[in-house]
C-alpha cells in the first residue's frame, strides 16, 4: 500500500467516524423545528391546564443559533408567552418562557380581561 492511499484512507475514516459520532451537525428545517415546537406546546398545555385557545397563534423566528417559536398568552399579551427555543441541529430543545402574568416589579397581577 502506497503512502498517499494509506492517507486517503485514513482521511475517509476519520470522516465516516465524526458522522458516526455526529460531529458534524445538519440543520434541521422549518418544518422540523415547527413540529418538535408543536409537540412541546401539547405537552405544556395538557401538564398545565392551560387550554391552547388561552393563546394566540404561534409566532416563528429563526435566529443564528436556533428557532424560536412563541405563542401570547392571552390574559396578559403584553406580559406573558409561552416561548420555545430549538437549536439549529434541533439536539437542544426548551422553554424559554412559560406565561405568568405576574409583573415583574412585584405588583399584583393585572385583572384578567375576558
Request: hydrophobic share 40%.
Amino acid at each position: 500500500m502506497t503512502r498517499r492511499r494509506a492517507i486517503l484512507i485514513s482521511i475517509a475514516a476519520l470522516l465516516g467516524a465524526a458522522l458516526a459520532l455526529g460531529l458534524y451537525d445538519r440543520e434541521i428545517d422549518a418544518e422540523a423545528a415547527s413540529a418538535m415546537a408543536e409537540r412541546l406546546a401539547r405537552d405544556y398545555h395538557a401538564r398545565s391546564g392551560h387550554p391552547k385557545t388561552e393563546f394566540t397563534a404561534r409566532e416563528g423566528r429563526l435566529w443564528a443559533d436556533g428557532w424560536e417559536y412563541r405563542w401570547r398568552f392571552k390574559p396578559c399579551p403584553e406580559l406573558a408567552s409561552l416561548r420555545i427555543w430549538i437549536s439549529r441541529n434541533g439536539r437542544r430543545v426548551h422553554f424559554a418562557e412559560v406565561p405568568e402574568c405576574t409583573p415583574a416589579d412585584g405588583q399584583p397581577p393585572r385583572p384578567r380581561m375576558a
